[in-house]
Protein backbone atom coordinates (compact mmCIF):
# COMPACT_ATOMS: atom_id res chain seq x y z
CA UNK A 1 0.00 0.00 0.00
CA UNK A 2 1.46 3.42 -0.96
CA UNK A 3 -0.76 6.12 0.40
CA UNK A 4 0.04 7.16 3.76
CA UNK A 5 -1.54 10.76 5.23
CA UNK A 6 -3.63 11.25 1.87
CA UNK A 7 -6.90 13.26 1.52
CA UNK A 8 -9.65 10.48 1.59
CA UNK A 9 -11.12 12.41 -1.68
CA UNK A 10 -8.04 11.30 -3.81
CA UNK A 11 -7.49 7.96 -2.13
CA UNK A 12 -7.93 4.16 -4.27
CA UNK A 13 -8.98 1.82 -1.49
CA UNK A 14 -8.80 -1.90 -2.97
CA UNK A 15 -11.23 -4.95 -1.32
CA UNK A 16 -10.52 -8.47 -2.81
CA UNK A 17 -11.96 -11.87 -1.56
CA UNK A 18 -13.69 -14.61 -2.76
CA UNK A 19 -16.86 -14.67 -3.06
CA UNK A 20 -19.70 -14.45 -0.08
CA UNK A 21 -17.11 -12.74 1.95
CA UNK A 22 -19.06 -9.95 2.45
CA UNK A 23 -17.08 -7.37 -0.10
CA UNK A 24 -19.82 -5.44 -1.48
CA UNK A 25 -21.59 -4.85 1.42
CA UNK A 26 -18.60 -3.87 3.24
CA UNK A 27 -17.47 -1.74 0.32
CA UNK A 28 -20.56 -0.10 0.41
CA UNK A 29 -20.81 1.35 3.88
CA UNK A 30 -17.19 2.46 4.05
CA UNK A 31 -18.08 4.34 0.67
CA UNK A 32 -21.21 5.84 2.22
CA UNK A 33 -19.24 6.66 5.44
CA UNK A 34 -16.17 8.21 4.13
CA UNK A 35 -17.90 9.61 0.94
CA UNK A 36 -16.04 8.01 -1.37
CA UNK A 37 -17.34 6.59 -5.02
CA UNK A 38 -18.03 2.60 -5.05
CA UNK A 39 -17.08 0.85 -8.14
CA UNK A 40 -18.53 -2.40 -7.80
CA UNK A 41 -16.40 -4.55 -10.62
CA UNK A 42 -18.60 -7.88 -9.82
CA UNK A 43 -21.66 -5.96 -11.02
CA UNK A 44 -19.66 -4.90 -14.38
CA UNK A 45 -18.71 -8.57 -15.18
CA UNK A 46 -22.46 -9.49 -14.58
CA UNK A 47 -22.99 -6.75 -16.62
CA UNK A 48 -21.40 -8.14 -19.40
CA UNK A 49 -22.77 -11.92 -18.94
CA UNK A 50 -26.52 -10.27 -19.24
CA UNK A 51 -25.53 -8.62 -22.61
CA UNK A 52 -23.34 -11.82 -23.80
CA UNK A 53 -27.37 -13.87 -23.21
CA UNK A 54 -29.43 -10.62 -24.55
CA UNK A 55 -27.08 -10.79 -27.84
CA UNK A 56 -26.99 -14.30 -27.97
CA UNK A 57 -23.60 -14.54 -27.84
CA UNK A 58 -22.46 -18.20 -27.54
CA UNK A 59 -20.27 -18.53 -24.02
CA UNK A 60 -17.41 -20.36 -25.73
CA UNK A 61 -16.75 -17.26 -28.39
CA UNK A 62 -14.10 -15.59 -26.69
CA UNK A 63 -13.67 -13.22 -29.34
CA UNK A 64 -17.14 -11.96 -29.34
CA UNK A 65 -17.21 -12.21 -25.87
CA UNK A 66 -14.22 -9.39 -26.16
CA UNK A 67 -16.38 -7.72 -27.86
CA UNK A 68 -19.22 -7.24 -25.79
CA UNK A 69 -17.16 -6.61 -22.85
CA UNK A 70 -15.18 -3.24 -25.06
CA UNK A 71 -18.52 -1.88 -25.80
CA UNK A 72 -20.81 -2.51 -22.80
CA UNK A 73 -21.61 0.80 -21.47
CA UNK A 74 -21.59 0.19 -17.82
CA UNK A 75 -22.27 2.87 -15.21
CA UNK A 76 -23.62 3.20 -11.64
CA UNK A 77 -26.29 5.30 -10.10
CA UNK A 78 -27.52 6.18 -6.38
CA UNK A 79 -31.25 5.39 -6.54
CA UNK A 80 -32.36 5.69 -2.99
CA UNK A 81 -30.32 4.30 -0.56
CA UNK A 82 -29.36 1.45 -2.69
CA UNK A 83 -26.38 1.56 -5.75
CA UNK A 84 -28.39 0.40 -9.15
CA UNK A 85 -26.02 -0.59 -11.99
CA UNK A 86 -27.01 0.40 -15.54
CA UNK A 87 -26.45 -1.46 -18.84
CA UNK A 88 -26.25 0.51 -22.00
CA UNK A 89 -28.66 3.17 -20.18
CA UNK A 90 -30.85 0.42 -18.90
CA UNK A 91 -31.47 -0.60 -15.26
CA UNK A 92 -30.54 -4.36 -14.77
CA UNK A 93 -29.85 -4.82 -10.88
CA UNK A 94 -31.73 -6.83 -10.19
CA UNK A 95 -31.57 -9.05 -13.60
CA UNK A 96 -27.60 -9.19 -13.45
CA UNK A 97 -28.78 -11.28 -9.80
CA UNK A 98 -30.08 -14.23 -11.06
CA UNK A 99 -28.51 -17.62 -10.50
CA UNK A 100 -28.22 -17.90 -14.53
CA UNK A 101 -26.39 -15.23 -14.85
CA UNK A 102 -24.08 -15.56 -11.33
CA UNK A 103 -23.18 -19.26 -13.21
CA UNK A 104 -22.16 -17.68 -16.59
CA UNK A 105 -20.12 -14.80 -14.84
CA UNK A 106 -17.94 -17.63 -13.69
CA UNK A 107 -17.59 -18.63 -16.75
CA UNK A 108 -17.00 -15.28 -18.73
CA UNK A 109 -14.97 -13.43 -16.08
CA UNK A 110 -11.96 -16.31 -17.08
CA UNK A 111 -12.32 -15.36 -20.61
CA UNK A 112 -8.52 -12.88 -21.05
CA UNK A 113 -10.31 -10.47 -23.15
CA UNK A 114 -13.24 -9.69 -20.90
CA UNK A 115 -10.67 -9.12 -18.37
CA UNK A 116 -8.51 -6.81 -19.91
CA UNK A 117 -11.62 -4.66 -21.15
CA UNK A 118 -13.24 -4.65 -18.08
CA UNK A 119 -9.97 -3.29 -16.20
CA UNK A 120 -9.38 -0.15 -18.82
CA UNK A 121 -13.16 0.67 -17.78
CA UNK A 122 -12.59 0.42 -13.80
CA UNK A 123 -8.98 1.61 -14.25
CA UNK A 124 -10.60 5.00 -16.06
CA UNK A 125 -13.40 5.30 -13.61
CA UNK A 126 -11.32 5.16 -10.56
CA UNK A 127 -8.20 7.16 -11.39
CA UNK A 128 -8.93 10.25 -10.01
CA UNK A 129 -9.11 8.38 -6.90
CA UNK A 130 -11.55 8.88 -4.17
CA UNK A 131 -13.04 5.06 -4.57
CA UNK A 132 -13.32 1.75 -3.24
CA UNK A 133 -13.36 -1.12 -5.50
CA UNK A 134 -14.20 -4.50 -4.26
CA UNK A 135 -13.72 -7.58 -6.89
CA UNK A 136 -11.12 -10.36 -7.16
CA UNK A 137 -7.59 -8.35 -8.67
CA UNK A 138 -8.47 -5.18 -7.32
CA UNK A 139 -4.99 -4.67 -5.45
CA UNK A 140 -2.94 -7.11 -7.85
CA UNK A 141 -4.38 -5.71 -11.44
CA UNK A 142 -6.50 -3.54 -11.77
CA UNK A 143 -4.65 -1.16 -9.00
CA UNK A 144 -1.32 -2.70 -7.66
CA UNK A 145 -0.67 0.53 -6.17
CA UNK A 146 -3.62 1.61 -4.11
CA UNK A 147 -3.28 3.21 -1.29
CA UNK A 148 -5.27 0.89 1.13
CA UNK A 149 -5.59 -3.08 0.60
CA UNK A 150 -8.08 -5.27 2.31
CA UNK A 151 -8.25 -9.28 1.51
CA UNK A 152 -11.63 -10.01 3.34
CA UNK A 153 -12.49 -13.53 3.59
CA UNK A 154 -14.22 -16.41 5.95
CA UNK A 155 -14.59 -20.17 5.89
CA UNK A 156 -16.76 -21.71 2.69
CA UNK A 157 -19.99 -22.42 5.06
CA UNK A 158 -20.61 -19.37 6.27
CA UNK A 159 -20.17 -17.54 2.69
CA UNK A 160 -22.55 -20.35 1.90
CA UNK A 161 -24.99 -19.63 4.76
CA UNK A 162 -24.66 -15.64 3.70
CA UNK A 163 -25.30 -16.38 -0.22
CA UNK A 164 -28.41 -18.59 0.47
CA UNK A 165 -29.93 -15.69 3.08
CA UNK A 166 -28.91 -13.25 0.48
CA UNK A 167 -30.89 -15.06 -1.99
CA UNK A 168 -33.82 -15.54 0.32
CA UNK A 169 -33.47 -18.78 2.02
CA UNK A 170 -36.15 -21.04 2.04
CA UNK A 171 -36.70 -23.41 -0.39
CA UNK A 172 -33.09 -22.74 -1.92
CA UNK A 173 -31.09 -25.28 -0.83
CA UNK A 174 -28.11 -23.67 1.05
CA UNK A 175 -25.90 -27.19 0.42
CA UNK A 176 -26.62 -26.19 -2.83
CA UNK A 177 -25.40 -22.99 -2.58
CA UNK A 178 -21.92 -23.90 -0.33
CA UNK A 179 -21.24 -26.13 -3.53
CA UNK A 180 -21.98 -23.37 -6.01
CA UNK A 181 -19.19 -21.18 -4.02
CA UNK A 182 -16.77 -23.99 -4.03
CA UNK A 183 -16.63 -24.10 -7.44
CA UNK A 184 -16.69 -20.58 -7.90
CA UNK A 185 -13.25 -20.19 -5.66
CA UNK A 186 -11.58 -22.85 -7.66
CA UNK A 187 -12.55 -21.39 -10.72
CA UNK A 188 -11.34 -17.78 -9.56
CA UNK A 189 -8.24 -19.15 -8.13
CA UNK A 190 -6.92 -21.48 -10.57
CA UNK A 191 -7.82 -19.38 -13.88
CA UNK A 192 -4.54 -18.40 -15.91
CA UNK A 193 -5.57 -14.52 -16.51
CA UNK A 194 -5.83 -12.79 -13.04
CA UNK A 195 -6.43 -15.34 -10.33
CA UNK A 196 -7.65 -14.64 -7.17
CA UNK A 197 -4.86 -13.72 -4.98
CA UNK A 198 -4.14 -12.05 -1.66
CA UNK A 199 -1.67 -8.96 -2.62
CA UNK A 200 1.13 -9.57 -0.03
CA UNK A 201 0.79 -6.16 1.40
CA UNK A 202 -2.73 -6.46 1.97
CA UNK A 203 -4.65 -6.14 5.09
CA UNK A 204 -6.21 -10.11 5.49
CA UNK A 205 -9.46 -9.73 7.50
CA UNK A 206 -11.67 -13.13 8.17
CA UNK A 207 -14.81 -12.31 8.73
CA UNK A 208 -16.37 -15.28 9.62
CA UNK A 209 -17.11 -14.24 13.40
CA UNK A 210 -17.62 -10.55 12.58
CA UNK A 211 -20.49 -8.67 12.39
CA UNK A 212 -20.41 -6.33 9.42
CA UNK A 213 -20.15 -3.23 11.37
CA UNK A 214 -16.96 -4.63 12.55
CA UNK A 215 -15.44 -5.17 9.39
CA UNK A 216 -16.32 -2.04 8.40
CA UNK A 217 -14.58 -0.29 11.94
CA UNK A 218 -11.32 -1.96 10.77
CA UNK A 219 -10.99 -0.54 7.73
CA UNK A 220 -12.24 3.05 8.40
CA UNK A 221 -10.37 3.13 11.19
CA UNK A 222 -7.26 2.17 8.88
CA UNK A 223 -8.18 4.33 6.23
CA UNK A 224 -8.77 7.40 8.51
CA UNK A 225 -5.54 7.03 10.79
CA UNK A 226 -3.54 7.37 7.72
CA UNK A 227 -5.46 9.98 5.69
Do not use: W
Not at 71 to 91: C, Y
Amino acid sequence: MTGRHRNISSIIVAVDGPSGAGKSTVSRAVAENLGLTYIDTGAMYRAVALKAVNERIDSDDLEALGSVAETAEISFKKVGDKNHTFLDGVDVTDRIRSPEISLLTSKISAVPSVRQALTAKQQEMGKKGGVILDGRDIGTVVFPNADYKFFLDAKLEERGRRRHLERGGGSCDINNTIEEISKRDNEDSSRKESPLTRADDAIYIDSTNLKIEEVITVMEKKITSDS
